[in-house]
């Protein structure tokens, strides 16, 4: 027993077609430390150039109220215990206003306290991808897939802004594999706690974690039983007790949270079909993939650069299953398969499932669910080129991803450039309005459409904190007259009001502005256009209008 996890343990130390580690040359080491710090260092550059451009998006910061501590008016705090935030939305939990909170106690609220944790919380990502990758390769081909993933525009841009969010998930859904892998290589179940608390967190972080969990323990379970078996004949409680507390935490999560939240989208989306769904799931990963479709949201023009990272995922992919196929009859089952294949067989296994349940999941819709899979699909590529072609494999597959991506960079790092025009809802000019809200001293900040009350609310100071409102669910749909009266009375009677909204033919909710025109009008309140802040390009991204509640009166029911 002993003798096999020693085994395991030495195929996770030299997995690849590098020297053996046992006794590494010094120019191996050296190179993969500066192909390592070439990464994180291009990575971090890339992300942290101009941090205020683009502006800050309301779905970007819409956990700034939970993680300033300070009282809200209840949006974006879906469930509270003992009056604590848990969930900020039905399937967003709070674990990342959590973290937030001493640096925002520290530092305040800018572009730079809000994008520079995310920027480090992703070099922590790409650290844990060279530890994932070393359970199937050498020091240098682990460097070279690690500097592929830094390069990445999508990785860059998602994480960044942390689109969707998706930054957490990546981080603990890496961890989470890494304590997983070496629970199997070393045949330790202490490992088991990493791995459980990481999915425990990722789960927190967003309901749709679980599809990772579901993925990980299939394919496991699928690839890994005889390695299991020793690490539970090793300690027994040790491995029960970790993955019992994992399945107690996660049963409880599905039953309270999981469920209601996949049959309320399911029903909400079942005129969608899953034929219709298929074309539409692989247009999405491959725009997203290939860096177009997070390019497309912020700037609201197309990507002309042409990226490469599809047609290597495909043939890897393809190439991977028929090998898979062939090395398992050789084998004799994928029991018998080493190591270092079967680990390899697993990144393919999880990919394949998660893109599964991603397809049956019909309100999955966006680019930042599809980010659930990455980056699977490098390990499945470096797999594949390594198998085929060792070390010169490695090499070209990198050389590919590399120069693809760079040259979506390019266009990528054009386009972000400050007084660049950029998609409304990501325009740099929220930071003048802004500005401009927190000089001024009004009884109450009004946002009538959706989001803006994010964006005045997480850069405003402590006084346009406490006026501020956010009224767009009620000017979405007016309601009944006592419902408008309230709100009159409470934000509008007696009061000096600036107004929020969107520039004309940008509003997120349509109706809002036609509503918030007749409900002014029906309680005496004339609008007053104060002020509007235009794109570089003359867009008119916000409007501002003052009302004088002073000495109206209620109006006559009807």
């Known amino acids: 027993m002993i003798a096999k996890g020693a085994q395991v343990d030495a195929v996770h130390a030299g997995g690849g077609n590098d020297q053996s580690p046992r006794s590494p040359a010094v120019p191996t080491v050296v190179w993969t430390a500066v192909l390592l710090v070439a990464a994180g260092a291009y990575f971090a550059l890339a992300a942290g150039r101009a941090i205020d451009v ?71 990502t790409l650290g844990l991808t060279y530890g994932v990758a070393r359970f199937s390769f050498g020091q240098m081909t682990s460097a070279l897939l690690t500097l592929a993933i830094a390069v990445d525009p999508t990785f860059i841009y998602m994480t960044k ?84 507390s994992l399945a107690a935490v996660t049963a409880a999560a599905t039953v309270w949270l999981v469920l209601p939240q996949l049959l309320a989208s399911q029903s909400a989306a079942q005129g969608v079909s899953l034929v219709e769904r298929l074309p539409y799931v692989l247009r999405v990963y491959a725009t997203t993939m290939s860096g177009q479709e997070p390019f497309l949201h912020v700037t609201g023009s197309n990507l002309t650069a042409k990226s490469l990272t599809n047609y290597v995922t495909a043939a890897s992919l393809f190439a991977m299953l028929a090998w898979g196929v062939v090395a398992t009859r050789r084998a004799g089952g994928m029991a018998r398969l080493p190591l270092r294949q079967r680990t390899l067989a697993c990144h393919l296994l999880l990919f394949v499932l998660i893109a599964l349940q991603i397809w049956l999941t019909k309100k999955a819709w966006g680019p930042h669910h599809l980010m659930m899979l990455y980056p699977l699909q490098y390990f499945i590529a470096f797999g594949m080129a390594v198998t085929l072609a060792g070390a010169a494999g490695a090499a070209l597959v990198t050389g590919a991803f590399v120069a693809s991506s760079l040259t979506v960079g390019a266009s990528y ?35 009538v459409d959706w989001g803006i009350h994010n964006q005045v609310y997480a850069l405003g100071t402590p006084r346009t904190r406490v006026v501020c409102r956010d009224r767009w669910p009620d000017f979405r749909t007016l309601g009944d007259r006592g419902k408008q009266t309230r709100m009159y009375q409470s934000d509008f009677q007696n009061r000096n009001v600036l107004a929020v909204l969107h520039g004309r033919g940008w509003d997120i909710m349509p109706t809002a502005r036609a509503n918030f025109s007749v409900w002014a009008a029906s309680f005496g309140l004339t609008p007053s256009l104060d002020r509007t802040f235009s794109s570089p390009a003359g867009t008119t991204i916000f409007e501002v209008y003052s009302l004088d509640g002073a000495g109206t009166q209620d109006a006559p029911s009807r």
Not at 218 to 242: D, K, T
Request: glycine share 8%; proline share 7%.
């Open 413 to 447: 790092a054009q386009a972000f450039q400050p007084g660049a025009e950029f998609e409304p809802q990501w325009s740099p000019v929220v930071y003048d309005l802004v500005d401009y809200l927190n000089g001024r001293l009004p009884d109450r900040i009004v946002s």
């Open 54 to 124: 683009p502006g800050l998006q309301y779905d970007e910061i819409l956990f700034v109220n939970a993680a300033t501590g300070e009282p809200t008016n209840g949006l974006f705090v879906a469930k509270r215990v003992f009056g604590i935030p848990v969930m900020l939305m039905g399937y967003i939990g709070a674990l990342k206003a959590y973290l937030y909170y001493p640096v925002f106690q520290l530092f305040g609220v800018s572009p730079a306290t809000i994008r520079w944790p995310v920027i480090a919380a992703s070099l922590m």
């Open 161 to 244: 802004l942390d689109f969707g969010p998706v930054v957490l998930m990546l981080l603990l859904k890496l961890a989470a594999l890494w304590f997983a892998l070496r629970t199997v290589s070393s045949g330790l179940p202490r490992y088991l706690w990493g791995m459980s608390v990481a999915c425990a967190l990722g789960m927190f972080d967003k309901l749709n974690f679980i599809w990772f969990l579901l993925a990980l323990v299939v394919a496991c379970g699928a690839l890994f039983r005889g390695e299991l078996a020793v690490a539970y004949r090793r300690h027994p409680r040790g491995f029960v007790f970790p993955l019992a």
